[in-house]
């Protein structure tokens, strides 16, 4: 199966050092963070500490709806990621489709 343009470009995040994954290592975070990808498969608790850290850097909040986040960033039970370098996450956003959503809260 061939890897969505999202994808390849969080792919480039991984490559450049520039993805910082887990609930923990984002708290520790204090800036430079421009957009947050959600795994589909997070707890409820976990969706609104999901929500505290998107107001917390006031950056987009997406829904990785692919699969398994921890499989696209190929880290054991990853349930958020963030971007930390401002173009790549504008191409991201600009080509979220199918396999990643805006996260507005609630039941999706």
Do not use: H
């Not at 963030?82 to 191409?91: H, P, Q, R, S, T």
Request: charged share 25%.
């Amino acid at each position: 199966m061939q890897a969505s343009k999202a994808m390849r470009y969080l792919g480039l995040c991984i490559r450049a050092g520039k993805l910082t994954c887990g609930f923990n290592a984002l708290e520790a975070e204090k800036k430079d963070v421009y957009l947050l990808i959600l795994c589909s498969s997070a707890s409820e608790n976990a969706k609104k500490s999901a929500l505290k850290l998107k107001n917390k850097f006031g950056c987009e909040l997406l829904e990785y709806t692919g699969g398994l986040l921890e499989d696209a960033t190929g880290k054991p039970n990853c349930k958020i990621a963030a971007v930390k370098e401002k173009n790549l996450a504008g191409a991201i956003l600009s080509v979220s489709g199918d396999d990643l959503k805006i996260y507005s809260g609630g039941n999706g």
